[in-house]
């Protein structure tokens, strides 16, 4: 065999359970706060940078797949936002640029902000109508993250992956959904 394939699954159960450990620190009530505030909202808006943002393209597509109108900022097809709408902002120092400046933008028009992150001292806490802490380390390396053997900040947009489908799972099992109902919200010119 090879380096590889002799460590493949070493390297992915130490993945798993590094997400795991995250997951297992976010709050019940952050949990029920945003799922609240997702389903009280007309349109739940994302905004993200990297890998980050692709975490959270896949939450809005599965948001999407429940009837939740969603949007990603920046797409071309993206609506205004008003104060009936949530801004989902994904940033684990909750001081990536782009996103908090988008942030501070919609916080203007009356949006409920949602902040999944790291950093609960972030400026992102200032406008944060909902905070979800996933508690890893970020590029701040902050004494109370949960370290990671995995590069940068991969722990976190795991994490936020996971999160997004353990919130949606438990969003069809609580609204009773049919599983093969979801397919009518499914993209079909594939």
Known sequence: MSYYGDNFKESYELVLKEIGVALSKVEPEAVDSFVEAVT??????????GRVMLSLEAM???????GIRTHCVGAINEPAITDKDVLIVGSGSGASLFPL????????????????????????????????????RTKQYRPDEIDSK???????DQSLL????????????????????????HANLE
């Open 150 to 156: 995995q590069p940068m900040t991969s722990l976190f």
């Open 162 to 185: 996971i999160f997004g489908d353990a919130v949606a799972k438990m969003m069809i099992e609580e609204k009773k959904i049919d599983m093969k109902g979801l397919w009518r919200n």
């Open 101 to 136: 400046g988008i942030a501070k933008k919609a916080k203007t028009f009356g949006a409920k902000i949602i902040h999944i992150g790291s950093n609960p001292e972030s400026e992102m806490k200032d406008i944060t109508d909902v905070f979800v802490r996933i508690p890893v």
């Open 40 to 49: 009280e909202a007309e349109q739940v808006f994302f905004i993200g940078v």
């Open 60 to 66: 809005a597509k599965r948001f999407a797949h429940l």
